[in-house]
C-alpha cells in the first residue's frame, strides 16, 4: 500500500469499535478518537444529560483538520467514533451488529430505554450507510457473532491489499436477515 492513511473506525455503540483499535493501538496503528480531536480543537459542548452525551460540532473540527490532515500522516492512524466517517479521512471502517445483539449488548452498559432505541434504530437503517461518502474506500463487519480478532485480521487484510474491494458488493440488510426491531 501505498502512504500511510486516516481510517474512520465508525458504527453504532457497541458494536466493538474500541476493542478493535485497542487491538490495532498494539501494533503500527496511530489511534485517535473523535472526542479527543474535539476536545482538542475546542469543538465539543457541555454534557447533554438527556442522552448522556457532549455534542461535537463536526463542521468546525472537520475544517480545523482540514489543513493539518491534507498530507498523509507518519504512521496508518484510526479514528475511532460512531461520527469519524463524517471526518476528512482517507477510508471508513464500518462495524455493524444485528439489533438484537446491540440491544442486549447496550442494555449491559446501562445505557438508558431511550438511548438504546435510537442506537437500534440507526443499526437497523443502516446509520453510516445513509451518510456514504463514494471518493473513499469503504468497507463492513459483522460483529455480531465473529470474534474481534478476527475482524481485525480481515481489516488489516483490507488495508494491505490497497483498500479492495472499495466498497463492499451490499450492505448489511438487518430485514433481509430476518431481524425485526
Known amino acids: 500500500m501505498q502512504g500511510m492513511r486516516r481510517l474512520a473506525l465508525t458504527g453504532s455503540p457497541a458494536t466493538g469499535k474500541s476493542t478493535v483499535c485497542t487491538l490495532l493501538g498494539v501494533d503500527d496503528f496511530i489511534v485517535l478518537t473523535v472526542e479527543g480531536l474535539a476536545k482538542e480543537n475546542e469543538c ?3 454534557l447533554d444529560l438527556r442522552d448522556d452525551s457532549r455534542p461535537i460540532d463536526l463542521e468546525v473540527l472537520s475544517e480545523k483538520l482540514g489543513l493539518p490532515w491534507g498530507k498523509s500522516p507518519e504512521r496508518m492512524t484510526i479514528v475511532d467514533g460512531h ?5 476528512p479521512v482517507d477510508g471508513v471502517i464500518v462495524l455493524r451488529c444485528s439489533p438484537s445483539k446491540l440491544r442486549a449488548r447496550q442494555e449491559e452498559r446501562g445505557y438508558s430505554r431511550e438511548k438504546i432505541d435510537a442506537n437500534c434504530e440507526w443499526e437497523f437503517i443502516g446509520g453510516a450507510w ?3 461518502d463514494s471518493s473513499v474506500p ?3 463487519f459483522d460483529t455480531s457473532e465473529i470474534p474481534v480478532e478476527s475482524i481485525v485480521e480481515h481489516i488489516r487484510s483490507w488495508i ?3 483498500f479492495k474491494p472499495k466498497t463492499p458488493n451490499s450492505a448489511l440488510d438487518w430485514i433481509e436477515q430476518g ?3
Open 138 to 140: 469503504w468497507t463492513e
Open 44 to 46: 465539543i459542548g457541555n
Open 179 to 181: 431481524e425485526i426491531e
Open 130 to 132: 445513509n451518510e456514504y
Open 160 to 162: 494491505s491489499d490497497g
Open 83 to 87: 461520527l469519524s466517517h463524517l471526518l
